[in-house]
């Protein structure tokens, strides 16, 4: 039984190692999403001056219609002025070629402040674009980042859940149906291990009757307030531990 409640303990061991991975997993199409969000959100910066350069344009261009309407006219007015048989309906028609043509070199005016607004715009742009690229760069590279990390954590993945089978072909059946009974029951955690006098993951403290029997390895012992299996090392399996990290370290 004791070789047994061992490798329960190491099977959840491996099972909380699976459970951060897949959380890994889960988590990192997450980060990914909110970093190209954020990213795109930048992008806007751009592209509300680039509206606004685009406004600039569509301004100019009817200012310019404008011109060509009122330079019409005149040709009209000039016509007619040709063909004016009063001295009176001559002045009148000088008088609105004129008005026409202030009213050109009005617009005109309208339309140099637009182009000097435009080149401001374009340098906007310019320094916009300039802007964004840089933090573009830093979000592409952190998304690559993750976009790595989540190659290598599947990869762990298999490697650890080949390792778990391994781990559960030396297990009982009848242990191993105990197990996935209460892995299911208790959300991953079937398995606590008594670092003193306590339940690690309830907190509860355990009767000290109910520690012998965990100590002595010779049957299941579950905790009186989660129901879990409670699994303990003995001071010769700790102290042969100590001694593995020392050996491995010295290594």
């Known amino acids: 039984m004791k070789e ?29 999403k909110k970093l190209e969000k954020e990213r795109d959100s930048k992008a806007s910066i751009v592209q509300k001056t680039r509206t606004k350069l685009e406004q600039n344009k569509k301004q100019r261009e009817e200012l310019e219609k404008q011109i060509l309407q009122t330079k019409e006219k005149i040709s009209k007015k000039k016509e007619q002025l ?3 048989t009063t001295n009176k309906e001559y002045q009148g028609f000088i008088t609105e ?7 050109i070199s009005s617009i005109e005016e309208k339309i140099i402040e637009k182009m000097i607004k435009s080149d401001g715009v374009m340098q906007e742009i310019r320094e916009n674009e300039s802007e964004y690229n840089k933090i573009a760069e830093d979000y592409n590279k952190k998304i690559k980042d993750f976009t790595t990390d989540l190659e290598y954590q599947k990869i762990k ?16 059946e009848n242990l ?69 990290k020392i050996d491995a370290k010295s290594c």
């Open 176 to 244: 191993m149906k105990i197990y996935t009974n209460l892995f299911t029951k208790k959300l991953g955690k079937a398995v606590s291990y008594v670092e003193t006098f306590f339940c690690e993951i309830c907190n509860m403290k355990i009767r000290p009757q109910l520690l012998s029997e965990i100590i002595s390895n010779k049957k299941i012992i579950t905790c009186e307030t989660c129901g879990r299996i409670l699994f303990k090392k003995t001071e010769d399996e700790n102290s042969k531990n100590q001694t593995q």
């Open 4 to 32: 047994g409640l061992e490798l329960l303990y190491t099977l959840q061991q491996q099972d909380d190692i699976i459970a951060r991975i897949e959380n890994i997993l889960k988590e990192i199409p997450i980060e990914i």
């Open 97 to 103: 070629i004129k008005y026409e043509e202030a009213s």
């Open 157 to 172: 993945l298999k490697k650890e859940t080949i390792h778990k089978s391994e781990i559960q072909s030396k297990i009982p």
């Open 82 to 84: 040709n063909k004016a």
